[in-house]
């Protein structure tokens, strides 16, 4: 693994390795790996944990308890829970509800444009194992292998309160440094 080094190494024209010194080079693997290891990370991991603004795309009944989470009697933003309408604003990604096959392409694509670190709450018995649609010809069965899911939330439909309790364990995950969706 490479180190942060001090000096610049370079080959002169005989072939010799030679610093240079009050250089300092390192690489993107080595930064990467020096930030694990300090408080830089932690400090990192706070702001992230108290910034997760999620996409507001609702699907089934799962997604009026997910609005009705964001109102005001549960009142997200004191967690720093957002919910934002651009998947390029958005950092959660909750699948809330049935996946049907016509949809899934689109879901897809959202995904695809949310930026790194991204996380996946799967809200309700229908998007967990399909609930009543389970191996029904139009919906999607196992969604946990077609995207990383940090947070399983059962229930038919679950209440705003266990959302936020789903919020809560991936802000846990976050801290942890043990969240599947991020690639730091």
Request: with cysteine.
């Amino acid at each position: 693994m490479d180190e942060l080094n001090d000096n610049e190494t370079v080959e002169n024209q005989e072939g010799h390795v030679e610093e240079i010194p009050g250089v300092i080079t390192t690489t993107s693997i080595a930064i990467t790996e020096f930030l694990k290891k300090t408080k830089a990370q932690d400090v990192i991991n706070w702001g992230r944990k108290n910034s997760l603004w999620f996409l507001t795309q609702p699907m089934g009944c799962c997604g009026v308890e997910m609005i009705a989470t964001g109102c005001a009697h549960y009142d997200t933003d004191r967690f720093g829970i957002i919910p934002r309408n651009s998947p390029r604003a958005a950092d959660v990604m909750i699948i809330s509800g049935y996946v049907t096959k016509k949809y899934l392409p689109a879901l897809n694509t959202l995904w695809e444009q949310m930026a790194a670190p991204k996380w996946v709450i799967c809200m309700g018995d229908c998007s967990i194992s399909g609930g009543p649609f389970y191996e029904s010809y139009s919906t999607v069965q196992n969604i946990d292998k077609m995207f990383p899911i940090d947070v399983f939330i059962p229930g038919c439909p679950p209440r705003p309160e266990a959302l936020l309790q789903g919020f809560i364990e991936l802000q846990k995950k976050i801290m942890a440094k043990k969240d599947r969706g991020t690639d730091y």
